[in-house]
C-alpha cells in the first residue's frame, strides 16, 4: 500500500531534512503505529503519501503508484483514496452527524441514492448509528473525533491516515477511538497512526515504526513504544 524507496525530504528554505534515507513497506490490510519525539518527521511522512510535499530523493509509491509521475488531477483522485484523520477534526456545526459524514460523499461519484445506506454503515463502524442526528455541541470530543473517522471513511478509502487522533481526547475516549480505528482496518482499511500516546501503543499492540530525527530508527512487528 505503501513504499517508501531510499527517501529524504529536505524542507526549502530552513533546510530541514524531515526524513533521512528512509526505506519501508506497508503492506495492505496492516494496522501501524508510526512515533517519535516531536519533529521527528511524522507528519512528514503523512505529507508525502499526500503528496502535500515532495520527496528530494527517492521514491514514493502508494497503491502501486510512483507519486512523482502524478500529475494535478490524478493527485486530486489520489488524496479522494486516502481518508484523513487529524488531532483538531473541525466538523460543520450547523450539520448533525449524519449530514457532516454525508458532505464527505459530495465530492465523490458515488450516486445520492446510496449516501444514506453508506453514512449509516460508516457510522455503525464508529459506534455512533444511535447518534445520527446529534450536532457535534451536542457530542463529546472523542464522540466528534469519532464522526470525523466515519467522514474519512465513508467512500471506502483503502488507506486512512490519522495524525495524532487522540491528541486532545482523555484516555477512556482515546481508547475508544482507537478501538474504532482497529474496526476500520478489520474491514479491509489498511491505517497508520502517528501518535504520542505510549499508553495506547503498548496495549494494543500493532507493527510500530520508529522516528528519530528522520530516520527510521525502529521497526517492531511486535510493536512497543521506544523512543
Ligand atoms: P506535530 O504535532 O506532529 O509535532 P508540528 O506541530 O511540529 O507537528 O507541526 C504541525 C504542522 O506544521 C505540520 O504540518 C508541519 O509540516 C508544519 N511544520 C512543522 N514545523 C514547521 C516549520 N519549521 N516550518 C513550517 N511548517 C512547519
Ligand atoms: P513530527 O510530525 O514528527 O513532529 P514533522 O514532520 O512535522 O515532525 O517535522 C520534521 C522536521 O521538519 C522538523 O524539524 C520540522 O520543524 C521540520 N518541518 C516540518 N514541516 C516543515 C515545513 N513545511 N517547512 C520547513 N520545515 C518543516
Known sequence: MIDL????????????????????????????????????????????????????????????EALTRFRGRRTALLRRRIGTVFQDNLLLDHLNAFDNVAFAL?????????????????????????????????????????????????????????????GNLDPDNSRDVLKVLQNVNRRGTTVVVATHARDLVETYRHRTLTLRKGKLVRDDPYGGYAL
Open 5 to 64: 524507496k531510499q527517501v529524504s525530504l529536505e524542507y526549502p528554505v530552513t533546510r530541514t531534512l524531515a526524513l533521512d534515507d528512509v526505506s519501508l513497506h506497508v503492506a495492505k490490510g496492516e494496522f501501524v503505529y508510526l512515533v517519535g519525539h516531536s519533529g521527528a518527521g511524522k507528519s512528514s511522512f503523512m505529507n508525502l503519501v499526500l503528496k502535500r510535499a515532495l520527496p528530494t530523493r527517492g521514491e514514493v509509491r502508494v497503491a502501486g
Open 106 to 166: 459530495r465530492v465523490t461519484g458515488v450516486p445520492q441514492r446510496e449516501w444514506p445506506q453508506r453514512v449509516t454503515s460508516a457510522l455503525r463502524t464508529v459506534g455512533l448509528e444511535h447518534k445520527k442526528y446529534a450536532l457535534p455541541v451536542q457530542l463529546s470530543q472523542g464522540e466528534q473525533q469519532r464522526v470525523a473517522i466515519a467522514r474519512a471513511i465513508v467512500s471506502d478509502p483503502p488507506l486512512l491516515l490519522a495524525d495524532e487522533p487522540t
